[in-house]
């Protein structure tokens, strides 16, 4: 093989790019990989994990300070914010340096470079030409601005996740996943925390009583959630920040910092979709077929560019669609089954879901059945002193599992069981001969999905 020339060129070292890098390289082609951002990243760099790490020390917070209450422990913990800081960029260092080891032991050649391509199938970076017969294109996306004025005086999430004091008083543009992530965080490390949303509700795509139970718990921590906010000016208020925004009324609210969080667009930075004739969809995103082929052949696209879920694992999936593609297999066996791509919001308590809501399976003529178990009435979750609920829909007439929704303690983990139960759409009975240990929070998910047809043993009787 020349030095020049590969099998694939891949664009992008995020999780959709570095992992279809791997997994093509494991099938045996040479694939070059360009990394202009470090390796890993938004996920493991500015986003997913270094979020999860600040959450995740929060939650230990909750816990201590819940037993505190209780006069388990005796005097509640101070805490350093600088130290959760320096224990975030070790975990990004770890994962990212473990991601390069990777790519080296799997043969993939790596660039760290913005490759710049205006035709089909060459690569231009530091005046050198690189050529492949495929092009997986994993560029990304970014946050995006909205017109407000003022918007310089807001910090996007990668500073958010970044800061070195936590704020006093915190208010976070946009009630979506990343704004309410950042909510339950900078809550638990002692903000005052306004989130402005602009939709009259909150998740509006998310079942209506699992998101509602969220804002409850969310506003118990002490976070003010405020819905149908338009944000329409910001201000410089010496070292504060005014916002102004309209509800029912015009308001404003002050703050020491501000997060815009309202929404993330596609980036092809390097990528001349002009001159390649790339076909885009309304929203400026890479338009793709369902084995992620974009519109001139031997490109593919996946990941946030191609918009959709913009989810790490949505975009791990639709590498492997691609990949199964250019190595020439149907690649229907890669194909993740779109309903069960799960949809965990790691806010405290987190929520997860997977498959329809019933309201949307309604929706689309299913007859549906709903089951569902409380977490006050699992033995491990009052042993661990978690609260929630799980909710299993099945099609009333097929008897088989068309969704779940959990929101408590532990919902992404138990996601992953529940989810393979709507991607094979398992039967009533099959839930029946299922042994889930005990105890454990998952004989919830069991129980719920008994409860659809009346044969939980823990549940309420009805
Ligand atoms: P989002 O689209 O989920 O939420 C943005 C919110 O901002 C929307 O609800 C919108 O109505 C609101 N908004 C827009 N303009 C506003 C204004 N002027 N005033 C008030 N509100 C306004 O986007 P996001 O939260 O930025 O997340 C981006 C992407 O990243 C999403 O696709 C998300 O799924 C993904 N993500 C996922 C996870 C996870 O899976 N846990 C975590 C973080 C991000």
């Known amino acids: 093989m020349e030095e020049n020339r590969f099998d694939l060129i891949v664009i992008g070292g995020g999780p959709g790019g570095y992992s279809a890098a791997i997994s093509a390289a494991k099938e045996g082609l040479s694939v070059l990989l360009f990394s202009g951002g470090a390796i890993g990243g938004t996920c493991l760099n500015e986003g997913c994990i270094p979020a999860k790490y600040l959450l995740d020390k ?97 910090i996007n999430s990668t500073q958010a996740l970044a800061l070195e004091r936590v704020p006093k008083r915190l208010v976070i543009i946009g009630g979506g996943v990343i704004g309410m992530e950042l909510a339950s965080a900078y809550c638990a490390y002692g903000s005052e925390v306004t989130v402005l949303e602009a939709l009259p509700e909150l998740f509006p795509a998310e079942d209506e009583r699992m998101i509602s139970y969220l804002e409850r718990e969310l506003k118990k921590r002490g976070i003010r959630i405020r819905t149908g906010c338009k944000v329409k000016v910001i201000e410089k208020a010496g070292q504060s920040r005014r916002v102004f925004f309209e509800g029912e009324e015009p308001e404003e609210v002050y703050a020491d910092a501000v997060i815009l969080a309202a929404g993330r667009r596609a980036v092809c930075r390097g990528i001349d979709t002009q001159s390649l004739g790339l076909a885009l969809t309304e929203k400026q995103e890479i338009a793709v077929d369902e084995h992620m082929q974009t519109s001139v052949p031997h490109i593919y696209a996946i990941g946030d560019v191609i918009g959709g879920y913009q989810l790490a694992h949505a975009a791990y999936a639709e590498g492997e669609t691609a990949v199964a593609h250019i190595l020439g297999k149907n690649g229907s066996e890669q194909k993740p089954g779109v309903q069960a791509v799960p949809r965990c919001i790691y806010t405290l308590p987190p929520c997860a879901a997977a498959g329809y809501t019933q309201a949307e399976a309604e929706h689309r003529g299913i007859a549906t059945v709903r089951g569902e178990f409380p977490y006050s009435g699992n033995g491990m979750a009052l042993a661990e002193g978690a609260e929630g609920l799980v909710q299993v829909i099945m099609d009333k007439e097929t008897r088989t599992t068309v969704g779940v929704q959990i929101v408590g303690e532990g919902a992404p983990e138990l996601l992953s069981f529940a989810s393979l139960a709507v991607e094979k759409r398992m039967t009533a009975q099959e839930w029946q001969q299922f042994i889930v240990a005990h105890p454990s929070l998952s004989e919830m998910v069991k129980e719920a999905a008994l409860d659809c047809f009346g044969k939980s043993v823990h549940g309420a009787v009805r």
């Open 58 to 154: 929060a939650a230990a917070l909750e816990k201590i300070r819940a037993l505190t209450e209780k006069e388990i422990i005796r005097e509640p913990g101070l805490f350093s914010f600088r130290k959760i800081q320096r224990g975030r960029e070790e975990v990004i260092k770890k994962l990212t340096g473990g991601v390069a080891y990777l790519l080296k032991a799997n043969n993939v050649k790596v660039i760290r470079g913005f490759a710049s391509v205006r035709e089909a199938g060459k690569a231009e970076c530091g005046g050198k030409v690189y050529e492949a017969k495929d092009m997986i294109i994993a560029t990304g996306s970014e946050s995006m601005d909205i017109p407000i004025a003022g918007a310089e005086y807001t």
